[in-house]
């Protein structure tokens, strides 16, 4: 799936096209499946407005990309003003590469999107590369979708 149908984060996150997707058919989708709603809890978590804003949304969606600091523990690529270790968590189960990287239906490691925007371009958004580090991606590439969830 894209970020957006443009190569743009100016909006960040909140009013990508991508979370919208998770939000709506993939969650749907899921629900569908059987997995009742009310199992999923979203934690509060700060993601960086996007290009030319200031602040952070807080976003507390069930399904969600992790974040730059959510997979890497530190902010190098997106806003290290606004995505920071008080504002969220770095996710132990990504503490090595190995965890990082995620598979295709071929079994195929594949590229897949984060959150965060990246700080350095208006049109790009963070994603994770098939080692299980970092790649820039401008918004309307396709890339994969390897949303995360709290269970209650």
Known sequence: HRMNATDDNATGYLDSEMRAYLTGNYLDGLKLAGLPEAV???PKRAV???????GAHEITDT???PTEQELFGSAA????????????????????NGNRVKYDSGNNASW???ASPWSASAANFLG???GGNTVTNGASSVGGCAPAFCVR
């Open 63 to 65: 399904l969600w990309l």
């Open 48 to 54: 960086w407005k996007g290009d030319g804003q200031i």
């Open 77 to 96: 690529y997106s806003n290290a003003s606004y995505e920071t270790a008080e504002n969220q968590a770095h996710l132990e189960y990504y503490g090595s």
């Open 40 to 42: 999923l809890w979203g």
């Open 112 to 114: 897949y999107w984060e």
């Open 128 to 130: 994770v590369y098939t």
